[in-house]
């Protein structure tokens, strides 16, 4: 199959310049529906699922290829490739926050901003360096993941979404999870999990922007200004928004920050 069916790949909107939409960990380019036809008037909008999530092709799925995030950077480059895009916009959730970082750094020209929505760098605490999670922690949640999928996704969703006072979003978050083919789910949670980008970021000559939940279980504000430090000449901005996923609880923040960022 080829890379736009493999990655089920939709292109809307008009414009010279790209922005391509990068999702995260158990979720589908569905979490952009209120985010990306904002951006339609100006860009071409880039809309993927990465291999393993909603409509991509299931049977491209390779364990070696997709036991680090390079491989998931390979199939970003690969969609710019043949889309021929040069000095687009990469907006990335959660980990691809980090896929477009390693996308951008192995293909100078593709992206000429990125915008980093609840990044992290590395999720396990590391002598001074605050994840968030110690690695025993870590390793209790792929195991709970390990043993139970369903109730893995049924238990940690709503606390990722956060927003306890809108109950459909964590609902929409757990039905997400719960449709991911669990042997895939449990690799990438892993990848997710465990992988450490720190020392990309320096690299990083884009400019960046980097939109930080004021609460968020996942990536604290601690983890997003290291983020934000690492990157030379990069521009945080705290959203008034709780969660790790303010493209469905927060579209709104998130599109005004965005605006006035690209």
Same mark, same amino acid.
């Given at each position: ?11 809307? &909107? ?5 922005? @391509? ?45 997709? #036991? ?23 907006? &990335? ?10 996308? #951008? ?6 992206? &000429? ?16 360096? @605050? ?92 983890? &997003? ?6 990157? #030379? ?21 998130? @599109? ?7």
């Amino acid at each position: 199959m080829n890379v736009i069916g493999r990655n089920n790949v939709h292109v809307r &909107g008009s414009g010279s310049r790209a922005m @391509v939409f990068a999702h995260g960990f158990g979720c589908d380019q569905n979490m952009w529906r209120f985010v990306a036809p904002e951006f339609e008037g100006n860009f071409k909008v880039v809309l993927f699922d990465h291999v393993g999530a909603g409509g991509s092709d299931l049977s491209a799925y390779d364990p070696r290829k997709y #036991s680090t995030l390079s491989g998931y950077a390979d199939d970003v480059i690969e969609i710019g490739r043949e889309l021929d895009l040069q000095d687009a916009v990469f907006v &990335g959730h959660s980990v691809s926050a980090m896929i477009g970082v390693l996308a #951008s750094l192995k293909e100078p020209g593709l992206f &000429g901003r990125l915008v980093l929505v609840g990044p992290s760098a590395r999720y396990i605490d590391d002598g001074d360096y @605050v994840g968030g999670f110690t690695e025993k922690q870590i390793a209790e949640l792929l195991e709970f993941l390990e043993d139970n999928h369903m109730g893995w996704s049924a238990a940690m969703a709503p606390s990722i979404m956060g927003n306890a006072d809108r109950p459909e979003l964590g609902a929409e978050l757990t039905n997400s999870f719960c449709r991911t083919d669990p042997e895939i789910a449990k690799a990438f949670a892993r990848v997710t999990f465990t992988s450490d980008n720190r020392a990309d970021l320096p690299n990083v000559s884009v400019p960046t922007l980097i939109l930080q939940c004021k609460e968020d279980i996942i990536a604290s504000t601690e983890v &997003g200004e290291f983020v934000h430090r690492q990157i #030379s000449g990069s521009r945080m901005v705290v959203l008034d928004a709780t969660g790790h996923c303010p493209n469905l609880s927060a579209p709104r923040e998130v @599109v005004s920050a965005m605006q006035a960022f690209v």
